[in-house]
């Protein structure tokens, strides 16, 4: 699934996607286990093969707001601490059982020493990840509780029913309560 995933940016020889790949360490994740604990240095970006993993933080009021939910094909980091160095103020979680491959930043920077196609892809993943979080803005801003709802719904069902409903009504902004009188509505 990771050599597929770099093949399909068209820009890797095979030779480049053969050293991700030789640098990349699987992990399994227990459901509940974390990629990353709050005050933790994030040394590793992880690539998702199977099962759903959750970012979230803890708010003044002691309440896990979920913020992201990562599925399957997709990277997954605390970008702040990655990029930064500085301890994470964020949580990822398995909410499945997941299975993945963990890249080190130390390794990502050896191989983009010299590499122009490996800058040209973190150039795009750091596109994608600013369009995510545009849209992430949009729907909280525009989107009704509902069109979120649906929205997620829609676009991840193979995975939606295995998401506990805190961790949907988190996601989405709203209470569970509020939550269940959308699914209510919409089933």
């Not at 068209?10 to 360490?25: D, P, Q």
């Not at 003044?60 to 913020?67: A, C, K, V």
Request: a neutral charge; one cysteine or more; aromatic letters at 14%.
């Amino acid at each position: 699934m990771l050599k597929e995933y770099f093949k399909s940016f068209n820009i890797f020889s095979e030779s480049e996607i053969n050293e991700i790949e030789n640098i990349a360490k699987f992990k399994s994740l227990h459901k509940n286990d974390y990629l990353i604990k709050e005050n933790e240095v994030c040394k590793n970006v992880a690539f998702i093969v199977s099962g759903t993993l959750r970012s979230f933080y803890i708010a003044n009021n002691g309440d896990e707001m979920s913020y992201c939910i990562s599925f399957p094909n997709q990277f997954i980091t605390a970008y702040s601490s990655f990029i930064t160095g500085a301890v994470s103020k964020e949580n990822i979680q398995a909410i499945t059982p997941v299975e993945m491959y963990l890249i080190s930043k130390e390794d990502i920077e050896s191989i983009s020493a010299n590499n122009l196609n490996w800058i040209k892809f973190q150039k795009i993943m750091a596109e994608f990840q600013y369009l995510e979080l545009e849209n992430r803005i949009f729907q909280l801003q525009r989107d009704s509780a509902t069109e979120r709802y649906l929205n997620l719904k829609t676009s991840h069902p193979e995975y939606f029913s295995k998401i506990p409903l805190q961790y949907i009504a988190s996601y989405l902004g709203i209470t569970q309560r509020h939550l269940s009188r959308i699914r209510k509505e919409c089933n």
